[in-house]
Nanobody, 126 residues
Framework: QVQLVESGGGLVQAGGSLRLSCAAS????????MGWFRQAPGKEREFVAA????????YYANSVKGRFTISRDNAKNAVYLQMNSLKPEDTGVYFC???????????????????WGQGTQVTVSS
């Protein structure tokens, strides 16, 4: 198990940028595939991005490709989500999550993750 805490959310105008951080408190951070998910009011939680254990592969939802970048620093037990060219539809609570799975199909779906952070609010105004 790993404990996750997100930060960096806030209010930003459309076209702006935000960088989210996720700090992990655990001894085996590098054993987890890390992901970012988001949930808008009244909608289900959806996949945003994921990064493999060594950071050698990344996965993105089509809606954020070319705009968001996920990265990790295993030495710091941290994962990041750089969000550029933000749109109002990016608004929602963003969650950091950790997966123990070795099947890539699990990394882009909520059920594939074992531990979750509390979430951080991102609001994009027009």
């Amino acid at each position: 198990q790993v404990q996750l805490v997100e930060s960096g959310g806030g209010l930003v105008q459309a076209g702006g940028s935000l960088r989210l951080s996720c700090a992990a408190s655990g001894r085996t951070f590098s054993n987890y595939v890390m992901g970012w998910f988001r949930q808008a009011p009244g909608k289900e939680r959806e996949f945003v991005a994921a990064i493999t254990r060594r950071g050698d592969s990344t996965y993105y939802a089509n809606s954020v490709k070319g705009r968001f970048t996920i990265s990790r620093d295993n030495a710091k037990n941290a994962v990041y989500l750089q969000m550029n060219s933000l749109k109002p539809e990016d608004t929602g609570v963003y969650f950091c999550a950790a997966s123990t799975s070795y099947h890539s199909s699990r990394w882009t779906n909520v059920p594939g993750y074992d531990d979750w952070g509390q979430g951080t609010q991102v609001t994009v105004s027009s």
